[in-house]
């Protein structure tokens, strides 16, 4: 009942540009801040950028920055990432989460609702 569901994954060229999205259903998503988050085969969860309700959003990692954007739509319950200049270290599966607040917390906190995760792949 309660979901989210990412979309826009796919295999990129090194330098190319991917836009993925995440929607949600089955609760208020205007209590939610969303994050982004990415995983690699054999690394931890690394947090690449959250959104709070009212748009205000912030970086969790140096890596993303200049290169990775967050928007959100709440009349469509959907938030998106938008990624460019993308480098082979950015495969990895992408999660979008859902934490109950008006603010982002950090990257660690326990955000409360997770999608299934897109499949990104950068390789020439």
């Known amino acids: 009942q309660l979901q989210l569901v990412e979309a826009g994954g796919g295999v990129v060229q090194p330098g190319g540009s991917l836009r993925l999205s995440c929607a949600a259903s089955?609760?208020?998503?205007?209590?939610?801040?969303i994050g982004w988050f990415r995983q690699a085969p054999g690394k931890e969860r690394e947090g690449t950028l959250c959104?709070?309700?009212?748009?205000?959003?912030?970086n969790y990692a140096d890596s993303v920055k200049g290169r990775f954007t967050i928007s959100r739509d709440n009349a469509k319950n959907t938030v998106y990432l938008e990624m460019r200049s993308l480098k082979p270290e950015d495969t990895a599966i992408y999660y979008c989460a859902a934490f109950w607040g008006r603010q982002c917390p950090p990257p660690k906190a326990k955000y409360n609702y997770w999608g299934q995760g897109t499949q990104v792949t950068v390789s020439s």
């Open positions: 959104i709070a309700n009212d748009g205000g959003s912030i």
């Open positions: 089955g609760f208020a998503f205007n209590y939610y801040a």
